[in-house]
């Protein structure tokens, strides 16, 4: 019998360990989100327009890195159910505001609720500072990606 060469490991890499938790995370999600009337996709654009209030539709459209015309979409079927509203900008005409809703604030407090219960059994082996430390970790990356993605937006928008 050969044994196999002894081979150097590469570090850690989390990627993985990310996706696996995230389908994890995703399929518990739905699961929640479906009586509420609610996609994961919404949830993630109504909660970009909580933190960091109104935005154009292009710029939204780069933050939440998808193309103008799913976005559009995406905005047609959450303005449809009254969560958000698009206006004109004052400052060009040409351009769409979209701001959340008061409609929309509560549904996603309800649906951040729902969801608490379900992080709590995906990270149930964690206790609070490490939650509190995986969360820090990973608001710290989201941030440095969507910085990279307000550089790269044509127009800055003034939530970045």
Do not use: W
């Not at 993630?44 to 327009?49: D, G, Q």
């Not at 769409?96 to 951040?112: F, P, S, Y």
């Amino acid at each position: 019998m050969t044994s196999l060469p002894v081979v150097n490991q590469p570090p850690h890499r989390c990627g993985a360990l990310l996706d696996h938790l995230a389908r994890r995370l995703r399929l518990r999600s739905e699961s929640v989100l479906t009586p509420l009337g609610l996609r994961p996709r919404h949830l993630i654009a109504l909660t970009v327009l909580r933190d960091h209030g109104g935005s154009s539709q292009q710029d939204l459209a780069k933050i939440l890195e998808i193309d103008g015309t799913n976005v559009v979409g995406l905005l047609n079927e959450l303005e449809a159910e009254n969560l958000i509203e698009r206006r004109r900008s004052p400052a060009d005409r040409r351009r769409h505001i979209v701001e959340l809703t008061d409609v929309g604030a509560k549904l996603l407090a309800r649906a951040e609720f729902a969801l608490a219960a379900v992080e709590d059994e995906v990270f149930r082996d964690l206790d609070e500072d490490q939650r509190e430390t995986l969360y820090t970790l990973l608001q710290q990356v989201t941030n440095t990606t969507n910085a990279e993605a307000c550089t790269a937006a044509v127009v800055t928008p003034p939530s970045c």
